[in-house]
């Protein structure tokens, strides 16, 4: 299984990124997706999941409504839109998979700064 995520960066408050995750290594169309982040000296917590089928989406409250997640199955990427975004999501962001009860699967995490 690999992950790789990108489209990380400096961003002022109140603009707009697009994160992506190029997933291998397994059957992507066959598993939920989630985006995680980690900011500095906190837990890592799952921001946003999708389904397989891209249905059986959630999001974290902190970020409904800001936050869009997708994936393109014909790709075996899954995206993460965020919008308006505030100081507060600073973050290393990561995608991630569950394959089984036992394993799951870690991008390197991009970072995204927020900041004027």
């Known amino acids: 299984v690999h992950l790789v995520e990108s489209g990380g960066g400096l961003v002022q408050p109140g603009g707009s990124l697009r994160l992506s995750c190029a997933a291998s290594g397994f059957t992507f169309s066959s598993y939920a997706m989630s985006w995680y982040r980690q900011a500095p000296g906190k837990e890592r917590d799952v921001v946003a999941t999708?389904?397989?089928?891209?249905?059986?989406?959630n999001y974290a409250d902190s970020v409904k409504g800001r936050f869009t997640i997708s994936r393109d199955n014909a790709k075996n990427t899954v995206y993460l839109q965020i919008m308006s975004l505030k100081p507060e999501d600073t973050a290393v962001y990561y995608c991630?998979?569950?394959?089984?009860?036992?394993?799951?699967?870690w991008g390197q995490g991009t970072q995204v700064t927020v900041s004027s």
């Open positions: 999708i389904g397989s089928s891209g249905s059986g989406i």
């Open positions: 991630s998979v569950r394959i089984d009860y036992f394993n799951r699967y």
